[in-house]
């Protein structure tokens, strides 16, 4: 495919081109025939030159003065007997009796192209009497026709020329006004996946081109991101889902052996089967919020009770790490939401607040409504987070450095928790601080809510 450059050239060229050649083409038609119309003229004058040096005298017809020189002359009776002149000159079948001359295209005997005039013309006669005349005189136009071509040759050439002249100027500045294309081009297919951190020079770039680069920048951004989390996703995900199946076969194992416990391990084979679900509807809802394929529905529910059902698996991990729940559960604990994208989304923030606890810390859980908004607070200890941590908590494949739970999460339930609270028309947010990690989650109350 042809590059921009050699097309706007080709266009402008061609451009170019086709209106010199045009101009040149108009002007050799007007110098033709303003040319011509002064060989006319001169035709006439020559015809009445002619005209006035004939004269009847005894019966015949005189030419006074040597007139003017022509290749062709004839003297014709209104009866069509020729008083003189060459054969060849033929007078025209009806001419003006006013005396306006009429002109005509003849070809001589030897092929040459003439013009010539006729007009009707009475002569003078010494006894009064005279006959009405058909005059005319002929000249060769193959001069003319010789100047006209010479004419339109110099003004082609000199249209050639000239085009020739503007395309080289012009490739010349699409040369300088392009550059800034082709060098952004070639940095475009420099760009390497595999060498991330390059990107496009923006400083000597024109406007237009300033915004595709900076875009392009931004693109490759956030290609890069996604890339890492992709990366970093694969590999946490893998092994948020080796880790319960390696102690599920271990919990089998110790059960199977003598003295083993085959009732507890039941309890916590079944523990760790529901943390299993949780990774995976987590990474289910992942996939139908990008899809755009997830649509909640809006209805009354008791977030008391939703409470309550997403902190059942949770019992058994918090007395394993040591850890204290305190309630504050006020009102009636109703919201506009979907049942079931407030518990995946309850289930995270308890999932994480009980995963990044410190072992033997309390976490605190309250509720209540005011006005037509239903408030939710998740609070736990946090000793590592900082505020730029908790800017971040909500962002796909984050995790925080480190950990007080002995399981590795893909950094999917913050970022689902956000997804399918902005959908719900609530808000979420992380306030880190003084040593705490509180998630605050805000959803419309049934007074305050516009059903549609």
Known sequence: MMSLRLRVALVCAGAVLVMLMLGAWLTARHVAAGMRAGFDRVLVDHLGTAASGLEFEHGGVERHGQGPEVDGFALITSTGRRLAGQSWMQA??????????????LAMPDGRRCRAA???????????????LAIGIAIS????????????????????????????VLALLLGRMLAPHGRLAVEVEALDPRLPGRRLATGDLPPELRTIAERTNQLCDRLER?????????????????????GLRATIEVAGQPGGDPQRALGTCHA????????????????????????????EVDVHALLRSAWEPAPERIRERGLEALWDLQGEGLAI????????????????????APAGSRIEVSCATAGDRLTLRIANPAPGLDADDAARVFQRGWRCASTGDEVRHAGLGMGIARELTGLMSGRIEARAGDGRFTVELVLPAPAGFDYW
């Open 92 to 105: 025209p079948a009806h001419l003006p009796e006013d005396g306006r001359p009429t002109i005509v295209d």
């Open 118 to 132: 006729w007009m009707s013309y009475l002569p003078e006669s010494d006894d009064g009497q005279s006959d009405r």
């Open 141 to 168: 136009i193959e001069p003319l026709l010789r100047q006209l071509a010479d004419i339109r040759d110099a003004l082609l050439i000199g249209a050639v020329a000239v085009a020739a002249t503007l395309i080289g």
């Open 226 to 246: 996604a890339y890492g989390l992709a990366s970093s996703f694969h590999a946490a995900a893998a092994h948020e889902l080796r880790t319960p199946l390696a």
């Open 272 to 299: 760790i089967a529901m943390q299993m679900q949780a990774r995976i509807d987590n990474l289910l809802m992942a996939a139908r919020i990008d899809a755009g394929k997830l649509v909640p529905r809006r209805e």
């Open 337 to 356: 939401a979907d049942p079931e994208a407030l518990r995946m989304v309850l289930a995270n923030l308890f999932d994480n607040a009980i995963s990044y």
